[in-house]
């Protein structure tokens, strides 16, 4: 979205939009789109200069094209108008189906064909209910996700019972919550992690806030405790023990955070950061758009093979680039060897030394972007 207040984009009415809203009515959209005449009318007459340069056959044409456009915007309007009332639709039948899930995975309901018999292998085995470690596999099959999730991680994530997530419209932007059964990790039942977005459809991600953690006493997964035994000599025998920050899927409920005051951080600390929120969310995306819609796919491994074939047609792309550009090199380097061969046969039958001939003289390679 540009800063420029004078500049209009219909991208940036869809996405002022709320995602959860029912169609406007006659009225509403009258008003709409009257806006947008307005709008279109007050960017000529900052325009016109553009216009009077312009021949007056050219101009009646450009005038007919914008016409064209207030028709394309009208229709745009309408457009993210039902999108709106469309997802918000689904999202409502969707919720049923996801409230089934919930309740076979966590053995609330058993589903037909399942029998109590048990039979001599499964006399010593405690009968598992619903599907165990079903959201944790799921996670862990993604590629984006796996990164994420340390060994130590892995105990508490077995307690994960659904995963939900919802749109917000003020500010604008989406919340994700996490489920918890009783664990001996953290007091907390549902952890969230909510996304403020300055534009959703770019996107444009302006913060992200977490769910504090009430860790148990030395349970606490984002942080491990380290131990140092005293010197000798010292009259403190006992071992000195300090805690240190590690990788845990758990720091994605303390995201980075944008400081208020632009002046406290430089360009190297704001690229990091810039890097650090996108792969923030870039999780939270992930689990919005992939895990939560297709779970199951992703417990048993068939999303996973699906997005693998996806990485193969990207690195097939990825090396047919780099053989065209190596075809390329080989090119000019051949180009350059000629242009070499040439200059020899010049300067030998010229028979005269140049100023700057020789090592220090000769023409540097071209530098070239790849």
Avoid at 13 to 32: F, K, T
Avoid at 44 to 63: C, F, I, M, Y
Avoid at 173 to 197: A, I, Q, R
């Amino acid at each position: 979205m540009s800063n420029s207040k004078d500049n209009f984009n219909m991208a940036d009415l869809g996405s002022s939009l709320p995602g959860a809203v029912a169609a406007l009515n006659a009225e509403d959209r009258a008003d709409l789109v009257n806006a947008l005449k307005n709008k279109l009318q007050n960017l000529a007459g900052q325009h016109s200069d553009v216009l009077e340069n312009l021949t007056p056959n050219v101009r009646k044409r450009v005038e007919a094209l914008r016409e064209i456009q207030v028709q394309h915007d009208e229709l745009e309007a309408k457009f993210f108008e039902e999108r709106a009332a469309l997802e918000a639709k689904y999202q409502k039948l969707y919720q049923p189906l996801y409230s089934k899930r919930h309740d076979i995975v966590n053995g609330v309901v058993e589903v037909d064909g399942v029998t109590n018999e048990v039979t001599i292998d499964q006399v010593d085995k405690i009968e598992e209910k619903g599907v165990p470690d079903f959201w944790l596999t799921a996670m862990k099959t993604n590629e984006v996700l796996a990164e994420e999730i340390s060994e130590r991680d892995e105990g508490a994530l077995k307690y994960l019972k659904d995963i939900k997530w919802c749109r917000i419209d003020n500010p604008k932007g989406f919340k994700l919550e996490f489920f918890f059964d009783t664990n001996p990790y953290f007091k907390n039942s549902v952890l969230t992690k909510t996304y403020h977005m300055i534009d959703e459809d770019e996107p444009i991600l302006e913060k992200a806030i977490g769910t504090e953690i009430e860790w148990f006493p030395v349970k606490c997964l984002t942080q491990k405790l380290l131990k140092k035994k005293p010197r000798k000599g010292s009259k403190n025998a006992k071992p000195i023990t300090k805690t240190e920050d590690c990788e845990s899927f758990f720091n994605f409920f303390n995201p980075p955070q944008v400081p208020d005051d632009d002046e406290d951080i430089d360009e190297d600390m704001a690229e990091e950061l810039q890097n650090q929120m996108e792969q923030d969310y870039d999780i939270g995306s992930t689990i919005r758009d992939k895990i939560i819609p297709h779970a199951v796919s992703w417990f048993t491994g068939e999303a996973a093979q699906g997005d693998e074939f996806g990485d193969v047609e990207d690195d097939e792309d990825e090396d047919n680039d780099e053989d065209e550009d190596e075809d390329e090199e080989e090119d000019d380097d051949e180009e350059d060897d000629e242009d070499e061969e040439e200059s020899k046969v010049v300067k030998k039958k010229s028979g005269r030394a140049q100023v700057g001939d020789g090592q220090q003289g000769e023409r540097p390679p071209e530098c070239k972007q790849q």
